[in-house]
């Protein structure tokens, strides 16, 4: 399996510009977090879905946030309008039940200028 | 709700030498206790797990940690590190309700010298 993919892996936008994560999960895996990393916070969860519903998204930081899952192998991550305190690394990761680890993505490092 | 203290934010260590990264967690509920590892420009990537059963955990590359539930620690330990550990050790902690969904600590940097 070739793992949780994450696209693109680098982005540059400008401030208020929409942004798009995006995210596939690994074949059978039917949870999807996403994670935001930044040198101040850390590894902060943004929100946590199980079979496609969103069951916990205490952690998207404001309305500028969202995220969605449109089939079972599939998410994005939007942010808009974009700010530069947005800047950060976003993971998203799958896990194929509630009793085990979460596999990582490689990251997209999100710089907002 | 679980937390994490990860007391030390750097560890700096000779090669060969023994190491020790330390992870407190809070928790009301029983829990799941992860180390994860990531290399510069990488994700993580699992290093062990505590789920059930025998307190001592192991990886395949020479890591080891204990699960103590009276100190409520799970440190990461190995004997003789090499220079290709040099990397971020985050520790995480999920109920076991949610097993899957984490609380990371704030991550040890292990800079190992020759």
């Known amino acids: 399996d070739a793992g949780v993919i994450q696209s693109p892996r680098h982005e540059v936008t400008e401030m208020g510009q929409e942004v798009t994560l995006r995210c596939k999960l690994i074949?059978?895996?039917?949870?999807l977090f996403w994670y935001r990393q930044t040198m101040m916070r850390g590894l902060e969860l943004l929100i946590y879905?199980?079979?496609?519903?969103?069951?916990?998204d205490s952690g998207m930081p404001e309305d500028r946030f969202s995220a969605k899952m449109p089939n079972a192998s599939f998410s994005t991550l939007k942010i808009q309008p974009s700010e530069p305190r947005d800047s950060a690394v976003y993971f998203c990761?799958?896990?194929?039940?509630?009793?085990?680890?979460?596999?990582f993505g490689q990251g997209t490092r999100l710089t907002v200028v | 709700a679980q937390s994490v203290t990860q007391l030390d934010s750097q560890v700096p260590v000779f090669e060969e030498a023994p190491v020790e990264l330390r992870c407190n967690y809070s928790?009301?509920?029983?829990?799941?206790l992860f180390w994860y590892v990531q290399y510069p420009n990488q994700g993580l990537q699992l290093l062990l797990k505590?789920?059930?059963?025998?307190?001592l955990v192991e990886s395949i590359n020479g890591f080891e940690a204990e699960f103590n539930k009276s100190q409520t620690s799970f440190h990461l330990r190995k004997p003789s590190v090499h220079i290709s550990d040099t990397a971020e050790y985050f520790c995480a902690v999920s109920d076991q309700g949610y097993g899957n969904k984490l609380v990371f600590g704030a991550g040890t940097i292990l800079r190992v010298k020759s």
């Open positions: 879905f199980n079979n496609n519903v969103p069951i916990d």
């Open positions: 928790s009301s509920v029983s829990v799941y």
């Open positions: 505590y789920l059930s059963g025998s307190t």
């Open positions: 074949s059978g895996h039917n949870s």
């Open positions: 990761a799958s896990s194929p039940s509630t009793r085990t680890e979460a596999f």
